[in-house]
């Protein structure tokens, strides 16, 4: 059973950094990309960034590049994704995802429980 | 890619065909798929590439289109379908969703 369970989450200062993991388990995590989507409160969903396997190469929305960075630890089967310069509008609850396919079209099937991002003084 | 879905939001009935459509602001092939969301929970994959049934998802559930226009289909409504589903595409970085479409009971 594939499992995604995310930590790190909890209130930033505006400015402030925050590194959330992401451990997955009931999947040969090695072969997979990850991905992180984010829905601000009473909003819809936006996609923040991927990492495909080996990690070589990672991907960012306009909304977070030079500020987020995706990291995977396959020894540990756990995705990060940190958070720098944290802005208001960055408050959300993030969501780990796992892409379904290595091939395309790549899609999302199966997703953590969140964990929420409160960024505030 | 702009991903337009419509109506945002409808009421139904429990056993009534729901038709959701989602439309791209260029063509996307089949990289389309699309979420279904309960209040306070992760979203779920219903359908990928457009047609594909997740596995596990009711037969219920159907999505076509190719290009620009897809729809999403939920034949005989159950309870347990009232939800927010949203759409997304994949064609290219950044990847883009829907604003969603919200399905309450009638």
């Known amino acids: 059973e594939v499992q995604l369970l995310e930590s790190g989450g909890g209130l930033v200062q505006p400015g402030g950094s925050l590194r959330l993991s992401c451990a997955a388990s009931?999947?040969?995590?090695?072969?997979?990309?990850m991905g992180w989507v984010r829905q601000a409160p009473g909003k819809g969903l936006e996609w923040v960034s991927s990492i495909f396997p080996g990690g070589d190469r990672t991907y960012y929305a306009d909304s977070v590049k030079g500020r987020f960075t995706i990291s995977r630890d396959d020894s540990r089967n756990t995705v990060y994704l940190q958070m720098n310069s944290q802005r208001a509008e960055d408050a959300a609850i993030y969501y780990c995802?796992?892409?379904?396919?290595?091939?395309?079209?790549?899609?999302?099937?199966?997703w953590g429980q969140g964990t929420r991002v409160t960024v505030s003084s | 890619i702009q991903m337009t879905q419509s109506p945002s939001s409808l009421s139904a009935s429990v056993g009534d065909r729901v038709t959701i459509t989602c439309r791209a602001s260029?063509?996307?092939?089949?990289?389309l798929h699309w979420y279904q969301q309960k209040p306070g929970r992760a979203p779920n994959l219903l359908i990928y590439a457009a047609s594909s049934l997740h596995s596990g998802v009711p037969s219920r559930f159907t999505g076509s289109g190719s290009g620009t226009d897809f729809t999403l289909t939920i034949n005989s409504l159950k309870p347990e379908d009232f939800a927010t589903y949203y759409c997304?595409?994949?064609?290219?970085?950044?990847?883009?969703f829907g604003q969603g479409t919200k399905v309450e009971i009638k």
């Open positions: 009931g999947f040969t995590f090695t072969n997979y990309a």
């Open positions: 997304q595409q994949s064609y290219g970085t950044p990847w883009t």
């Open positions: 260029q063509s996307i092939s089949n990289h």
């Open positions: 995802a796992k892409y379904g396919t290595v091939v395309t079209p790549y899609h999302l099937d199966f």
